[in-house]
């Protein structure tokens, strides 16, 4: 190596370490926690010590379920451990084939089409359906990877303020002041942050008005939301109203990885002809494939886990309120616990952590500035005796904090 390439890469290092201690100055380094257990309503981390998990996405519990388990060993030995292939050449099996199916049946689409992550099947989606001629609207606060799927695409951008109908109206009139071709409306149908749920009775209103398409991205709804759990368009009574919906199968639906698009036949043919990450990234493991079909055979023919959930959420709500916290009301199984201030925040959740209670901690720039909070996640896994540890100590450390009286 000669001097000045080395000086290059010393310089390259050294403004990596450089920026890495700015975010630890600025508290935004991430730590990981470390678990030694299955995930679940209780955890146990790499010191040995017993948490009950309050900021998993694991809705339904089935993340670390035995049924699961059992359903992935059972798809590994008949469909092996991986297939070495992407799907267009030898990597599709029949679980592939029969879990694009059951989820287009559950979700009321005509056709699905598998990804190794949702935030593949949101990278992948916009780039071949839609070009300049097009307009994409999408509400400001959507999910990193719709940000990042719409970049990729060449169509012209237009952003609504969050969760608000009168400026999704004035993006679409200037969409078609513009002269675009085709419109499409793209919305988080809730929102992680907040448990925001999309008004997608309105959404569905103004895009009939104004000719466009709709798509929602169901990560944090699908398996729960609506009276059967198909999601926020069953929820608000709009399904046959949505053209394309993205999902994830890592949260309530199973919680191991992989996403999907469900849509028009069409639509589904030419993500399968084009989509990027589709094409060029190996196929979803048949242990994945297999045991998310358990799940789908689960969630439909009952409703018991999805009425748990709601039912755990309902009274967590209530009773975290009947203590003196402020929380973002709503109904969904996201409560944000507000406490306004980023120290308050942190020490808030660093005591729990310590009291058995494991939650995350959100400050700016992930919320706005003064908006911090921890996040409080319902399962369908936690017991009431377990709902009832977690709110004994939210009272303990709130007091102490004098977060409450
Ligand atoms: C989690 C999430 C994703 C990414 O899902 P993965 O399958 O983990 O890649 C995409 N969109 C939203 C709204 C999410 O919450």
Redesign the pocket.
């Known amino acids: 190596m000669n001097t000045v390439n080395a000086t290059h890469q010393a310089a390259f290092y050294s403004g990596l370490k450089n920026t890495i201690d700015e975010l630890r100055e600025a508290g935004l380094y991430k730590i990981e926690r470390i678990l030694a257990s299955r995930q679940g309503a209780e955890v146990v981390d790499n010191e040995g010590r017993h948490l009950i998990n309050m900021c998993a996405?694991n809705y339904l519990g089935l993340s670390g379920n035995e049924t699961m388990v059992q359903a992935s060993i059972k798809a590994t030995e008949q469909f092996g451990y991986g297939l070495s292939s992407v799907r267009f050449i030898c990597g599709t099996q029949t679980v592939h084939k029969q879990l694009e199916k059951a989820l287009s049946e559950f979700l009321g689409m005509e056709e699905t089409i598998l990804y190794a992550?949702?935030?593949?099947?949101?990278g992948g989606v916009f780039e071949p359906l839609f070009d300049s001629e097009d307009a994409i609207i999408s509400d400001a606060l959507?999910?990193?990877?719709?940000i990042d799927g719409i970049r990729l695409c060449k169509a012209a951008r237009y952003r609504y303020a969050h969760n608000d109908m009168t400026d999704l109206e004035v993006q679409l009139k200037a969409a078609v002041a513009e002269g675009k071709r085709h419109k499409i409306i793209v919305t988080?149908g809730v929102f992680?942050m907040d448990g925001t749920i999309a008004q997608l009775d309105k959404i569905c209103d103004l895009a009939d008005r104004y000719s466009a398409l709709v798509m929602i991205?169901e990560?944090?709804a699908s398996g729960f939301m609506g009276a059967t759990g198909r999601g926020t368009h069953e929820h608000h009574k709009v399904m046959g109203r949505i053209d394309i919906i993205?999902g994830?199968?890592?949260?309530a639906l199973g919680g191991a990885?992989?996403?999907f698009v469900s849509a028009r036949r069409e639509v589904v043919e030419i993500l399968r002809q084009k989509s990027r990450p589709y094409l060029f990234s190996n196929t979803l493991a048949p242990s994945i494939v297999g045991a998310s079909l358990e799940v789908l055979k689960i969630i439909s023919a009952s409703t018991q886990l999805r009425d748990r959930l709601h039912a755990n959420t309902a009274y967590f709500r209530q009773e975290i309120e009947r203590l003196g916290f402020t929380i973002k009301p709503g109904t969904h199984p996201v409560v944000p616990v507000m406490l306004f201030d980023a120290t308050v925040a942190q020490k808030f959740a660093a005591r729990l952590y310590e009291l058995g209670i494991l939650v995350s901690g959100f400050f700016y720039p992930v919320v706005p500035m003064g908006q911090a909070r921890v996040r409080v996640q319902l399962s369908a896994a936690h017991s009431t005796e377990q709902i009832d540890k977690v709110l004994s100590a939210f009272s303990h450390a709130g007091r102490e904090l004098k977060i409450i009286g």
């Open positions: 996405n992550a949702a935030f593949d099947a949101n959507n999910h990193a990877s719709i988080d992680s991205d990560c944090h993205t994830t199968l890592g949260k990885m992989g996403g």
